[in-house]
């Protein structure tokens, strides 16, 4: 990254990814194009959240559907338990409960709602996985077979 170099190999990926993004925030292209991906982003997620609420003929206001994504979103990147497990899910079930929401139905719909998001994240990275995965496969495989080799063999 321009003066900074390194031979550590963390060191390194953190100075690439530093490099990366001095690059993209000084091309007004580049800034448009991430600018409007993530508007598209947090607006489709909006909306899965959207009609998990209407499968449950809530009535929640749209403001409050946002808020309650965002600081989903906010608290789920704070490691409060192994994983994130739950975070996301608890912040969405007290936003809608506080919201006049039945603690019942807020929960199922958090719950529904990350379940939905969780399996598109998965499915595209398989997706990705199959079309992009030629430099992640080997590392994968080596991975798996150092595991294996360490005594934890899957049966034949």
């Known amino acids: 990254m321009g003066k900074f170099s390194s031979e550590h190999r963390y060191l390194g990926i953190i100075l690439t990814i530093l490099h990366e993004i001095k690059r993209a925030s000084l091309s007004y292209k580049a800034m ?47 490691p409060l338990t192994p994983g ?7 912040t969405l079930a007290i936003t809608f409960g506080l919201a006049g929401v039945d603690p019942a139905v807020a929960t199922l719909i958090a719950i529904i709602d990350h379940l939905i998001k ?31 080799r360490g005594g934890d063999q899957p049966d034949s």
């Open 84 to 90: 994130g497990v739950g975070t996301y899910e608890i």
């Open 32 to 78: 448009i194009l991430l600018g409007i991906s993530s508007v598209v982003i947090w607006l489709m997620d909006t909306l899965v959240c959207v009609a998990v609420v209407m499968m449950f003929q809530q009535q929640i206001p749209f403001a409050i559907i946002v808020l309650a994504i965002v600081i989903g979103n906010l608290v789920k990147a704070i």
């Open 118 to 148: 969780n399996l598109v994240t998965l499915g595209g990275g398989i997706v990705s996985i199959y079309y992009f995965g030629d430099w992640v496969m080997p590392t994968i495989r080596t991975a798996l077979d150092s595991k294996w």
